[in-house]
């Protein structure tokens, strides 16, 4: 799609113009010439970032060699939030882990149930109603704006910006306001359950998604116009961590980096679930594919989710009433009136909470997430017991990108390229 | 629904390599191979089929099964947008083929097979641990592993008491 | 004045007199410089608690700094594991005297849900907590509550106390009554409730 753009003097832009600075150009004139003469030549510096530093975006460690201000070597070290979730799966079951996914990229954790609960759907191959559906996209959507939000504020609170840092989260808190409203927790939610969600949305929760969504476009824009001509945000991401295509592919990046990259690839227009091919929504593509371009392609991509989650609340108003949980007693909770009065579904209570089965077999599904494709991957042998569930992290990809994208390149870039590869250490350690 | 799904694409890369077709509950097509046919195998589905990028590459503990592990690669194609699974049977102590001169981007997933389960990949360049530390002693995944781990504190307190006396020598004594 | 309490008769002339472990506590208290260890999913909700919204300044306790030496309140927000903990524990070693641990979340506090080889059931078992915050994540009321919970406690501290006795005397915080010992029992008895499993795996 043509993105309309800030386009600086230099030219930047998504639609196809190129910049003036071709990158291959620039990349090669980035690490300072050597002097030979200078009595430190060769010498390198280890430096440590992290565990515990601002600017790695929770607990990541970074081992550096410096040849003066060019990073020659960078090892990542991560690891430092590994709480052994797929043991804890094997060792819980499949209804108890619903829990544990909402703490895998916790900027996002309804996003991450719905990744988890279609892995399951389909290795059970159960349908989701319709409003089921619709309700798990608003969701969706709304997570996606909040895990934007968090690049957007923390990375450019790391590159100078403090004033975003207060802006995008006083967004946040809408949204949070209107999770609260919703399900009763801010954070860390678990209102997904295999066969559709938990709850229904009511009237006063649609009325706040529609507040809200009304008041976001003119927010992003104006966020837009204090990032995307600002001298400094655009000379710390121009041109910094250059991706290409094949790149991004044999490095199994996914999502906005891929996109940024100049892949039009999005898996709900590919693969879509949850009936994302009943809404109208495009995908941004960068052309260069370095950090601005990344920015950019989040930047739109939170704009797109404004339109499909408009789109939901609309199909939500229409089918007021209807079914949001499948009726599927082998797998899908009853409702805690119905187990209160009939003993049947008390029975049917205590025979998923304590032991469910799902069918022998395996299954993979994998959802768009905002850092990019999350997929999980369930075994089953036809006991209550999972043999093995693995989380396909895209955070952990981004993370392995680090590397190959910041060697050369001063050190001052790696905070840009932090932020923009955006990933959350609760999914790439697991 | 449970049916087995093949690709014309694949079978036509993988000729002359040895494989099964597998039933799947997913919808994706599956199959297995053996372990001295995966190298090839990887590489054909690089080369010929166009899979330009691994999505996962993980392991699965089927004790008390022999033989006990089963590798599986997940693979990718944007061109196609398609999707492979191979499942190859490995007994404990077997070495894999590394696929990270096919995929750069497999690098991780094979350290992180080897940390949990003890897979060692041939061919990886620096194959060490990802998550746990490298002193650690155990592989987390294997279903002999118990989940609250075997001395889960062993590093912490050798450190602590390395760094007690080094800091406050009189206090060790 | 809040805690201070002037002597009532002394307060004309612009002066007054107070004990000096209370003027200290007042300022300590009211100028809490947290170190924000933010681990996981509670670091988002202390992110969101200096916000806009919640808006920690209030409390005199907004200057937030990455840096140990800088800081007196170190807030473990989140799980803590143990390949972390060395570099939790060197953090809270580099903070300079007098310092204060606040566990927000039922991780850091009691190791939470998870009940697994590489969390740590609790931060108490390597650092010594003043309060603890049930939740997962705790709502940002709730960390402020344990600010304010803090302040009170701070004001019951006895610096002067400490300073009189001056350097050498092992007591960490000033507080007169509470030294940090290797806590070889608390460790020991976290780990008695926790004896692994030798269950590998049903069927």
Partial sequence: MSLQTFEYERGAGLDGKSRSTPPSEVSAATPPARDADDPLHGELM?????????????????????????????????????????KTCESLGWAKFFPHTDRLDYVQPLMNNVGYA????????LAVPERGQVIRVLLMELSRVAAHLIYLGTTAIDLGAVSMFFNTFKERENIYTILDAYTGHRMNNTYVRIGGVFADVDEGVEALVREFLARLPTEIDGWEK??????????????????????????SLTGPNLRGAGVEFDLRKAQPYSGY??????????????????????????????????????????????????????????PKDRVHTSMEELIFQFKIVTDLRLPAGEAYHAIESSKGELGFYVVSDGTSAPVRCHIRAPGLMNVQAIPPLAEGRLMSDMVALIGSLDFVMGEVDR | MPGTITSERVDGALAGIEHRWLVH?????????????????????????GFESATFVTAVDRLPRVPRFELVHQLFSLAHNERVRLHTRLADGENAPSCTQLWPGAAYMERECYDMFGIRFEGHVGLKRLLMPEEFEHHPLRKDFPHQGIEPDRLYREWDKKRRAEWHPEAAR | MGALKPVPETREDGFFATRIDALINWGRKNSLWPMPLGLSCCGIELMAMLGPKFDLARFGAEAARFSPRQCDLLVVAGTLTWKMAAAARLVYDQMPEPKWVIAMGVCSSTGGMYDSYAVVQGVDSILPVDVYVPGCPPRPDAVIDAILKLQTKIERERPLARILAG???SDERGTGARTYQPNDAVRKSVYDLHPHDPRARKG
């Fill in chain 2, 25 to 49: 509950r997913d919808g994706l097509p599956a199959l297995e191979l053996d372990l001295a046919g995966l190298a090839h195998a990887l590489r054909a589905l690089k080369e010929r089929a």
């Fill in chain 1, 277 to 334: 091919e009943q809404y109208e929504f495009e995908i941004p593509v960068g052309t260069v594919g370095d950090c601005y371009d990344r920015y950019l392609v989040r930047v739109e991509e939170m704009r797109q989710s404004v339109r499909i989650a408009a789109q939901a609340l609309d199909r939500l108003a229409q089918s007021r009433g209807a079914e949001f949980l499948a009726e599927d007693r082998r797998y899908v909770l009853p």
């Fill in chain 1, 226 to 251: 204090l990032l995307s001509g600002n001298r400094i945000w655009y000379d710390r991401n121009r041109n910094v961590g250059i991706l290409t295509k094949e790149q991004a592919l044999a490095w």
């Fill in chain 1, 118 to 125: 279609l892995a399951l759907e389909r290795l059970a191959a």
């Fill in chain 1, 46 to 86: 280890q430096l440590n970032m992290g565990p515990q530093h601002p600017a790695t975006h929770g607990v990541l460690r970074l081992k550096l060699e410096l040849d003066g201000e060019t990073m020659r070597t960078v090892e990542p070290e991560v690891g430092y939030l590994h709480r052994g979730k797929e």
């Fill in chain 3, 167 to 169: 350097p050498g005397v």
